[in-house]
């Protein structure tokens, strides 16, 4: 990957997607984490131009909208969880991709279950199968079990499960999983995504 052009994206908050993982439908799982709603049009771009297999969430679905500290913005964290629902849900409809959904500490599970029918979701731990590869999956890393010969997928905050798992964090990079050679894409999140996770707003830039 173009690191300088990679970097200068998330200056200039977009997302730079490498055209070496472009035109390989079916190859790639997405995973992100802990997601701004402001990052949806770019989420959208790059399923459109990746063309994934599976896409992963490992929760925390809008970002911005603390419902476990602010319960009463429920409303507005499902309007903005209806614009994912066409994203993902949609796109499973259409048998697009697969998705699996992890339920995050700001996330509502009847409103997940309500707008992703098609969707996998996971409200602790999920494990799932794709192309010959075993994934453990959950929001929280401390819910990663110590299992070697799986992949797991994590978010929440920057820590990592312990043991020998090889295990990828959404919340520092979106990340594009291999299903043909377990190799792995960085794509970095744009630059005011940390911003809007900790509900801080960024002035004179």
């Given at each position: 990957m173009k690191r300088w052009l990679a970097g200068a994206c998330r200056l200039l908050g977009t997302v730079y997607v490498p055209e070496e993982v472009m035109d390989r439908p079916g190859e790639f799982l997405l995973h992100i984490s802990d997601t701004p709603s402001s990052l949806f049009s770019d989420l959208r771009r790059i399923i459109s131009k990746i063309r994934p297999a599976w896409v992963v969430h490992t929760g925390d679905l809008v970002d911005q909208i603390k419902l476990e500290v602010y319960p009463a913005r429920i409303e507005?964290?499902?309007?903005?969880?209806?614009?994912?629902?066409?994203?993902?849900?949609?796109?499973?409809?259409?048998?697009?991709?697969?998705?699996?959904?992890?339920?995050?500490?700001?996330?509502?599970?009847?409103?997940?279950?309500?707008?992703f029918p098609h969707c996998h979701i996971a409200e602790g731990t999920g494990f799932f199968s794709a192309s010959g590869w075993n994934f453990v999956v959950s929001h929280y890393s401390w819910r990663i079990p110590d299992l070697p010969d799986m992949v797991g997928l994590c978010g929440h905050d920057l820590s990592y499960p312990s043991?020998?798992?090889?295990?990828?964090?959404?919340?520092?990079?979106?990340?594009?999983?291999?299903?043909?050679?377990?190799?792995?894409?960085?794509?970095?999140y744009p630059g005011y995504i940390d911003d809007q996770r900790q509900l801080k707003r960024r002035i004179g830039l």
């Open positions: 507005c964290y499902r309007n903005k969880l209806r614009i994912l629902s066409k994203i993902l849900d949609g796109a499973v409809a259409r048998g697009d991709f697969q998705a699996m959904i992890c339920m995050g500490n700001h996330d509502d599970l009847y409103s997940v279950k309500e707008m043991g020998e798992i090889r295990c990828f964090n959404g919340i520092e990079d979106i990340h594009l999983f291999s299903l043909k050679t377990g190799g792995v894409y960085r794509i970095p």
